[in-house]
């Protein structure tokens, strides 16, 4: 699979908006454990030369798979 625009040929964009939080435990050694995390963001992957092109959803989750 191309990771390219099927219009133009462009690179790809992925951009993720996240308002969500994590949550650390910091011991008195300076240790950090990990919590918890919530996440109520959402993902778009777009051509970088026109956000108007139409990116095949089957593209667009082999993009987000990547991250």
């Known amino acids: ?16 908006i996240d308002d969500g939080f ?3 435990r910091i011991h008195r050694n300076g240790k950090v454990e990990f ?5 109520n ?5 777009y051509c970088s ?3 108007d092109h139409k990116i095949p959803a089957k593209l ?3 993009v987000i798979d990547l991250m």
């Open 1 to 16: 699979m191309k990771f390219e625009c099927p219009v133009c040929k462009a690179e790809l964009v992925h951009k993720r």
């Open 22 to 24: 994590d949550t650390h």
């Open 35 to 39: 919590i918890t995390s919530k996440s």
């Open 41 to 45: 963001g959402c993902e778009d992957v």
């Open 49 to 51: 030369k026109n956000a």
């Open 60 to 62: 667009a989750a082999a």
